[in-house]
Each structure stands twice: as C-alpha cells, then as structure tokens.
T-cell receptor, first 112, second 110 residues
Framework: GNSVTQMEGPVTLSEEAFLTINCTYTATGYPSLFWYVQYPGEGLQLLLKATKADDKGSNKGFEATYRKETTSFHLEKGSVQVSDSAVYFCALSGQGAQKLVFGQGTRLTINP | DVKVTQSSRYLVKRTGEKVFLECVQDMDHENMFWYRQDPGLGLRLIYFSYDVKMKEKGDIPEGYSVSREKKERFSLILESASTNQTSMYLC?????????FGAGTRLSVL
C-alpha cells in the first residue's frame, strides 16, 4: 500500500537558519504530494502541493520538489522565522484516490 | 474561505459512555473524513464519507461508527468509549484533491 516516511523530529533551529525536512514515499502510479502545517492549537492547513513529477510547490517561502526518481518531496526554507514553529506533515494522495496518507509529522521549533 | 467547524475543542468522558463528535462544513463538499492524531503516528483515517448516507471504513474503524444524514454534517460516534480512544480527533472535507481541516477535538476518556 501507499506510505509516507518523514524525518523524525523534533527539529530545533535558530531564526534565519536553513530548513530541510525530509519526506519519502511509496506509491504505485502517480500520486499527488502535499505538505500540511499545524500551528499550535489549530487544525492542519495546506502549505503546498505538487501533482506531477518535477513540479515544485511553494508558499510562504517554503518549497518542495516532486522527485519521482528518488520518491521524495523534501520541504525546504532558506531562512526560518519564529512564526514557522509548528508541526509539519507530508502526505500523498494516490492516483484517483480520495484519501490522504500522512507521515508521522515533524515538530519544528525556531528559537529567536 | 472554507470553514470546517468541530463542535467541541475539549471533551472529557468516562469509560463506557457513548460519545458524539460533530463536524460541519459550509462549502457543499461531498467528501468528509474523520482522523485521529497521536504523537509519533501522524494522522490515521477512521472513516470517510463520499455522499449523504454513504460511508467507508478507513484504516482504524474499530470502536467507531459515523453518521452522515445531511451533506454538511459528519458525525463520529464512539459507541462505548475506552481509555485507548483518548486522542485528538480531526475532521476534514475535501474539494479538488485538497482537504480542509477543522481545529480538532481533544478527547480524554477517563
């Protein structure tokens, strides 16, 4: 079946540091890939997505590129801020499927 | 903006009680979902519904049931709550391959 594996957390960085959160997946066919973010006390919200190989999703300074050859969708940001502290989830939706499969989540803390 | 509203942010119930978690969306979405979120396990799908009165089991349906009598409302039911159902419960609705989440209900079963 489809699955998503995320870099284990927690991750703690200083403000303005470079961020990478690794995500790899297993799926048949051509899934769509997503990053969701959960701020403290809130539900999840979509951060970015990519629907085909080599697509780059981007939002709020975050980027992720759909790499079919390495089955990866790593999240990156060049300079993080304290307000980026949250839990980040990588997810995939199988081709034609309604359901999302989530990774285990990575807690990110940014210190000033 | 899409709005998914869960009726309670926090609930405390006793073992054996029947528990109802309510979720309402305001965008006429056909697909709705219930997940539970546990540390280190991410989100796991309990049930989903693709239309009124239609439902499908997710990955962990045991101990839960659901009801979808109206398009905008999707209820999760714990027939007899147990301590291992203490968790964060998240509802979502889906449009064009994007899921929109409510703020979550943190349920404690004592």
């Amino acid at each position: 079946g489809n699955s998503v594996t995320q870099m284990e957390g927690p991750v703690t960085l200083s403000e303005e540091a470079f961020l990478t959160i690794n995500c790899t997946y297993t799926a048949t066919g051509y899934p769509s890939l997503f990053w969701y973010v959960q701020y403290p006390g809130e539900g999840l919200q979509l951060l970015l997505k990519a629907t085909k190989a080599d697509d780059k999703g981007s939002n709020k300074g975050f980027e992720a590129t759909y790499r079919k050859e390495t089955t990866s969708f790593h999240l990156e940001k060049g300079s993080v801020q304290v307000s980026d502290s949250a839990v980040y989830f990588c997810a995939l939706s199988g081709q034609g499927a309604q359901k999302l499969v989530f990774g285990q989540g990575t807690r990110l803390t940014i210190n000033p | 903006d899409v709005k998914v509203t869960q009726s309670s942010r926090y609930l405390v119930k006793r073992t054996g009680e029947k528990v109802f978690l309510e979720c309402v969306q305001d965008m006429d979405h056909e697909n709705m979902f219930w997940y539970r979120q546990d540390p280190g396990l991410g989100l796991r799908l309990i049930y989903f519904s693709y239309d009124v009165k239609m439902k499908e089991k997710g990955d962990i349906p045991e101990g839960y049931s659901v009801s979808r009598e109206k398009k905008e409302r999707f209820s999760l039911i714990l027939e007899s709550a147990s301590t291992n159902q203490t968790s964060m419960y998240l509802c979502a609705s889906r449009d064009k391959n994007i899921q929109y989440f409510g703020a979550g209900t943190r349920l404690s079963v004592l």
